[in-house]
T-cell receptor
Framework: EAGVAQSPRYKIIEKRQSVAFWCNPI?????LYWYQQILGQGPKLLIQ????????DSQLPKDRFSAERLKGVDSTLKIQPAKLEDSAVYLC????????????FGAGTRLSVL | AQSVTQLDSQVPVFEEAPVELRCNYS??????LFWYVQYPNQGLQLLLK??????LVKGINGFEAEFNKSQTSFHLRKPSVHISDTAEYFC??????????FGAGTTVTVRA
């Protein structure tokens, strides 16, 4: 089966610009996660979706970050406006159903904010 | 809330030598434990997991880990490493809510 797809792979923007990332999870996976991985750190959860509903967005900086999963399949994460400290890899992951508890990760989008 | 501490940030090791990566966690409830590997410019790939049952867990690529509840540890081992094992390794913990909390990672560099 196809894995988690993310695009773009790399993005360079200037501070105060806007950027959007796209994720297509594995087919049939109801739960979708966005993580932020800053260089030298482990991934940090930003938001978790179950189908098209938000389960947890407590760590999402809502003044500048937004995410949606309108049809319960693919998802977009947006940053507006970007700050220098947003430079990181943004990882998307999906999980099939609750009793498996294994998340599958995409290759990520590397964002550089100049 | 759970947290994960990976005790070594960098582990250099010679090819065919054994390696151990240390992971300790804190949680007030039962947990699920995971090790993921991240090769350069790639996403995370699951190496192994502990959900319940035997405390010695075997994973892919010859890795294994042992869950020690009394010491709240989940150390990863491989008896003989290859150059291709050069990567970053993350320990993660999950409680019943199926959210992963990751450690800061351990960079393993295998030298010939």
């Amino acid at each position: 089966e196809a894995g988690v797809a993310q695009s773009p792979r790399y993005k360079i923007i200037e501070k105060r610009q806007s950027v959007a990332f796209w994720c297509n999870p594995i087919s049939g996976h109801a739960t979708l996660y966005w993580y932020q991985q800053i260089l030298g750190q482990g991934p940090k959860l930003l938001i978790q979706f179950q189908n098209n509903g938000v389960v947890d967005d407590s760590q999402l900086p809502k003044d500048r970050f937004s995410a949606e999963r309108l049809k319960g399949v693919d998802s977009t994460l947006k940053i507006q406006p970007a700050k220098l400290e947003d430079s990181a890899v943004y990882l998307c992951a999906s999980l099939r159903h609750r009793d498996v508890n294994i998340q599958y990760f995409g290759a990520g989008t590397r964002l550089s904010v100049l | 809330a759970q947290s994960v501490t990976q005790l070594d940030s960098q582990v250099p090791v010679f090819e065919e030598a054994p390696v151990e990566l240390r992971c300790n966690y804190s949680s007030s409830v039962s947990v699920y434990l995971f090790w993921y590997v991240q090769y350069p410019n790639q996403g995370l790939q699951l190496l192994l997991k502990y959900l319940s049952g035997s405390t010695l867990v075997k994973g892919i690529n010859g890795f294994e880990a042992e869950f020690n509840k009394s010491q709240t540890s989940f150390h990863l081992r491989k008896p003989s490493v290859h150059i291709s094992d050069t990567a970053e390794y993350f320990c993660a913990v999950s409680e019943d809510d199926y959210k992963l909390s990751f450690g800061a990672g351990t960079t393993v560099t295998v030298r010939a």
